[in-house]
């Protein structure tokens, strides 16, 4: 049977949509109320049983490093003033299995991925996007590994959006439906526009794919942005190795937007112990007055 044990953690892009936040932050680590919008990622892919992960980084992404570090003088320090709590919350955070290499200049997601063949090797893995959280009863990684094992097919996830949304997604062409939720992939098309987009089912930042897939990058010609493009190589794979899509029904946050990581705070805030009652009256209140 298929195992798959490796997930890539693209999170080398310059966050430009939150400058001037990101001129000395990395994007990843900003947080949804007190944690690293990368740590939800990373926590999915260990909660799926992945057992080693690369992160692709690039300049200025130390603090990413650093902060699945130990650190000794703060655990230190935490454990003198016996805050045990939070000890356990920063000792939670340092994870061995958590590997890095740098991606040396911006030249789109596909090139990014690449930089991982050396640590795939000749294994499927599993491609999880940072700017995506996923809140669901079982992961989302956990069950696009099921399908892949059951089929050993490689899988894309996908979300039903809104038919004026799909200049803004990759956008599958739906052969046969297989069996609930899952679907034999035809095309793969690159944000295409509402009037000529073959369903509403948007690829969202979670694949399942096979190491065939480094030859395609490697060999694909750049768009007018000179960057590589992972669906035009999800296109090229499909030929190859037919593809699977799975449509996703649970929470997604998309934190690599504005208005989605405000989302994510304020709903996040209204579940966190520490800030739920106080935001939840603020917001009553704010709703009241400002009819």
Known sequence: MLKIRKAVIPAAGLGTRF???????????????????IQFVVKEALDSGIEDILIITGKGKNAIEDHFDSNFALEHNLREKKKEKLLQIVEATTIPSIHYVRQPYPLGLGNAILQARTFVGDEPFVVLLG????????????SLLDIAEKYNQGVVATIRVPKDATNRFGIIDIEEQIESNVFKVNHLIEKPSPEIAPSDLGIIGRYILHP?????LENLEPDEGNEIQLTDALEKLNEQEPLLAYEYTGTRYDVGDKYGMLLANIEMGLQHEETAEKLRNFIIEYTRTNK
Do not use: R
Request: charged share 30%; hydrophobic share 45%; proline share 11%.
């Open 131 to 142: 700017d995506d959280i996923m809140l669901n009863d079982e992961p989302l990684t956990k």
């Open 212 to 216: 065939e897939v480094f030859d395609i």
């Open 19 to 37: 400058l001037p936040a990101t001129k000395a932050m990395a994007k990843e680590m900003m947080p949804v109320v007190d944690t690293p919008s």
